[in-house]
Every structure is written in structure tokens, then in C-alpha cells.
């Protein structure tokens, strides 16, 4: 059966990079493919692919990336272009852009939300609950 994929993460084949919970990466980081953020970053991210920030990430700086899923904090701001699923452990103070935008009862979001297409931000209740 070809099922369609759900998750933007399934639709590429590379493996992401993947910065490790108790790891600190201080600078900015550019790059292709998707990214996941289990540790912290300190500066810019300006991510050709997907961004994954788990419940344990925390990002500090402006970050640019194709589609993302934040479950973690953010601190600068974030522009997606396609598609931005906040989850209910994630907290950004800073200015949120994305062409469409869901957000989870719970979430924190302490700044602009611009959703580019014009479509209204959808809210849902989150079903996946974290393990931590």
C-alpha cells in the first residue's frame, strides 16, 4: 500500500542531524535537511529542511526552517514556510510566521503569530503526551 506520508519528517530519506539532549551548540547554524534539537543552541538557525525541537530542546536566537514541530522554548523567534505545529510543552517568546499554524491547548506563545496564508490558526488538544 502506498499511504500517504503524515508527517513532514517521513518524506525525506537523509538522516537529520541531531544535536543530543545535554549538548550546547553556541553559533549559528546553516544547513540542509531537517534538524533535530534535543539540547540547546545559542544563535541564528537558518535550516533548508525540518526542524524537530523536542520538550528538551531550547533554542536561543532567530530561527528560519521549511516546516517545524516545537515541543521545546524558543527565544528570538521563529518563520517557517510551510507548515508550524506547536506542541503543548513548547514555549516561545518571540514572533511566530508560518504558512499554516496549529497550536496545542497549552502552549505558550509570547509574541506575533502571523500565519502567511491567511487561513486561521487551528487548535487542537495533544494526543501524544511526552515520556518526561
Given at each position: 500500500m502506498?499511504?500517504?506520508k503524515?508527517?513532514?519528517f517521513?518524506?525525506?530519506?537523509?538522516?537529520?542531524?541531531?544535536?543530543?539532549?545535554g549538548?550546547?551548540?553556541v553559533?549559528?547554524i546553516?544547513g540542509?535537511?531537517?534538524?533535530?534539537v534535543?539540547?540547546?543552541?545559542h544563535?541564528?538557525?537558518?535550516?533548508?529542511g525540518?526542524?524537530?525541537l523536542?520538550?528538551?530542546?531550547?533554542w536561543n536566537?532567530?530561527?528560519?526552517?521549511q516546516?517545524?514541530?516545537v515541543?521545546?522554548r524558543?527565544?528570538g523567534g521563529?518563520?517557517?514556510?510551510g507548515?508550524?505545529?506547536?506542541?503543548?510543552t513548547?514555549v516561545?517568546?518571540?514572533?511566530?510566521?508560518?504558512?499554516?499554524?496549529v497550536?496545542?491547548?497549552g502552549?505558550?506563545?509570547?509574541?506575533?503569530?502571523?500565519?502567511?496564508?491567511g487561513a486561521?490558526?487551528?487548535?487542537?488538544?495533544?494526543?501524544?503526551k511526552?515520556e518526561?
Amino acid at each position: 500500500m502506498n499511504e500517504p506520508k503524515r508527517r513532514f519528517f517521513e518524506l525525506h530519506s537523509a538522516a537529520p542531524t541531531v544535536i543530543s539532549a545535554g549538548s550546547v551548540i553556541v553559533g549559528d547554524i546553516r544547513g540542509d535537511g531537517d534538524y533535530v534539537v534535543c539540547g540547546e543552541v545559542h544563535g541564528d538557525g537558518d535550516l533548508g529542511g525540518g526542524l524537530n525541537l523536542a520538550a528538551t530542546g531550547v533554542w536561543n536566537g532567530y530561527i528560519r526552517a521549511q516546516q517545524a514541530i516545537v515541543a521545546g522554548r524558543i527565544t528570538g523567534g521563529l518563520a517557517v514556510t510551510g507548515k508550524l505545529e506547536i506542541g503543548y510543552t513548547a514555549v516561545i517568546h518571540g514572533s511566530v510566521s508560518a504558512r499554516t499554524i496549529v497550536i496545542a491547548k497549552g502552549a505558550i506563545v509570547d509574541g506575533d503569530i502571523d500565519v502567511t496564508s491567511g487561513a486561521p490558526v487551528q487548535e487542537f488538544e495533544e494526543k501524544r503526551k511526552s515520556e518526561t
